[in-house]
Nanobody
Framework: QVQLVESGGGLVQTGDSLRLSCAAS???????????MAWFRQVPGNERTFVAG????????NYADSLKGRFAISRDDGKNVLYLQMNSLKPEDTAVYFC?????????????????WGQGTQVTVSS
């Protein structure tokens, strides 16, 4: 069992930056460092969509095409924390952001591949 808790969301203006964090803890001997991790986001009434992913060893990252260059995912396995740095934010980035863990080496973009989810953190970008 892996518990994920997001933080860092809030209300910002267009063009601002924000960094989200996801603190991970685990039981039953399964550790955060064995999981590929990802961020997804969801707007009410829409499906949850892939934002960015990072491999188990942090060597490989992947992003939704529309977000490349503005968002950056990273992880600190010493602290068991996943990050999402978001720059040049736009109103269309407004959503609830979720972190997720998958028991695979690389981070897939498919939501169904992830075993564990956080509760989400709201990001609102005003125009």
């Amino acid at each position: 069992q892996v518990q994920l808790v997001e933080s860092g969301g809030g209300l910002v203006q267009t063009g601002d930056s924000l960094r989200l964090s996801c603190a991970a803890s685990s039981t039953s001997g399964r550790t955060y460092s064995r999981s590929a991790m990802a961020w997804f986001r969801q707007v009410p009434g829409n499906e949850r969509t892939f934002v960015a992913g990072i491999s188990r060893n942090a060597a490989t990252t992947n992003y939704a095409d529309s977000l490349k260059g503005r968002f950056a995912i990273s992880r600190d396995d010493g602290k068991n924390v996943l990050y999402l740095q978001m720059n040049s934010l736009k109103p269309e980035d407004t959503a609830v952001y979720f972190c997720a863990a998958a028991s695979v080496p690389y981070a897939p973009s498919a939501r169904r591949a992830y075993d564990y989810w956080g509760q989400g953190t709201q990001v609102t970008v005003s125009s």
